[in-house]
T-cell receptor
């Protein structure tokens, strides 16, 4: 069964600090992995996509990594801001066998304190 | 460009009442999805559609029905609402991702908050 596990479940950091969120998956065969940011009361929005051949991708202060061999991804946030407070959701898509149904992690809730 | 629009945004129902949530997308996407989000549970798939006139059950389909008569619209119906259906409902749309066999970016609506008393 395809699964996506995220850790930690929640995280509190001070403004300006860095943090790293983890995502482990068992989805196979792998197509792509996306990190979404969901602000309170809003729908999720895509931050970055990782395909099989990509190891690292940056989007401003967000850097995602992918290790396809160990089936792990991380999202690193640099110099956190109050606006980074949100839920971060890892979503993995398979390439065949129900590829139109992505598998969601439960998310990591990040709170950035001033 | 409106993207994905959900109506209504808020609704309060009494147990046993029926209602329909409407999702409209203007991106000509093939795939459309309905999710519910409850505290601590993440997003769970209710029903989905891979094209006009086709629908399929997701992870938690009981108590819900859907229809996709037009490509741009995906309707979610509750025939007899129950308190357990109190939740925030999200609609999303997407397309196949070229070259990989998976799906592209999911575009979500702003959510519909439903309370069943």
């Amino acid at each position: 069964k395809n699964q996506v596990e995220q850790s930690p479940q929640s995280l509190i950091i001070l403004e300006g600090k860095n943090c790293t969120l983890q995502c482990n998956y068992t989805v196979s065969p792998f197509s792509n992995l996306r990190w979404y940011k969901q602000d309170t009361g809003r729908g999720p929005v895509s931050l970055t996509i990782m395909t099989f051949s990509e190891n690292t991708k940056s989007n401003g202060r967000y850097t995602a990594t992918l290790d396809a061999d160990t089936k792990q991804s991380s999202l690193h946030i640099t110099a956190s801001q109050l606006s980074d407070s949100a839920s971060y959701i890892c979503v993995v898509s398979a390439s065949t066998g129900g590829s139109y149904i992505p598998t969601f992690g439960r998310g990591t809730s990040l709170i950035v304190h001033p | 460009n409106a993207g994905v629009t959900q109506t209504p945004k808020f609704r309060v129902l009494k147990t046993g009442q029926s209602m329909t949530l409407l999702c409209a997308q203007d991106m000509n996407h093939e795939y459309m999805y309905w999710y519910r989000q409850d505290p601590g549970m993440g997003l769970r798939l209710i029903h989905y559609s891979v094209g006009e006139g086709t629908t399929a059950k997701g992870e938690v389909p009981d108590g819900y029905n859907v229809s996709r008569l037009k490509k741009q619209n995906f309707l979610l119906g509750l025939e007899s609402a129950a308190p357990s259906q109190t939740s925030v409902y999200f609609c999303a749309s997407s397309t196949p991702l070229a070259g990989t066999g998976g799906i592209g970016e999911l575009f979500f609506g702003e959510g519909s908050r439903l309370t069943v008393l």
